[in-house]
């Protein structure tokens, strides 16, 4: 299920890159702990990830709970997206305008594009990003 969620930096799901740390299933209810392959991810693109892990996990469950750890703002992250609010919301004092909403369509447009260099691009942070997640499981 969560095969499906693609980190918009790398084009890789985020399943292959290692971030799901632990699933837990109680009574038609899921907590998902997530971890990024560095402490320093973007929020900007680790608030992508959850919120597309919370619509695919809701569409099968009645909770969805997610946990952020090994993150520079885990606890942040964490309480925004389980609290329901936007990137804008979660990050107020740092967010200008709907800018949030533009970067993820100008990712997803990326994502689809059949140029050589848009592939190139991501593959090199892919491999870069799978390269720290091997190293972190040493």
Known sequence: ??????????????????????????EGKIKVTLSPPTFWCPPLFLYMILEDVKRKLSESYNGVLIQVVDH???????????NGKSFEECYKNEVEGNSY?????????KRERDDRLSKLTLSING?????????KRK
């Open 101 to 109: 909403e533009a970067i993820r369509e100008r990712f997803r447009v």
């Open 1 to 26: 299920m969560l095969e499906d969620v693609i980190d918009p930096e790398t084009n890789y799901s985020i399943v292959k890159m290692g971030f799901i740390r632990n699933i837990e299933i109680e």
């Open 127 to 135: 491999e870069f990003c799978r390269l720290i997640y091997e190293a």
């Open 72 to 82: 520079h703002d885990a606890e942040k992250l964490t309480s925004c997206i389980n």
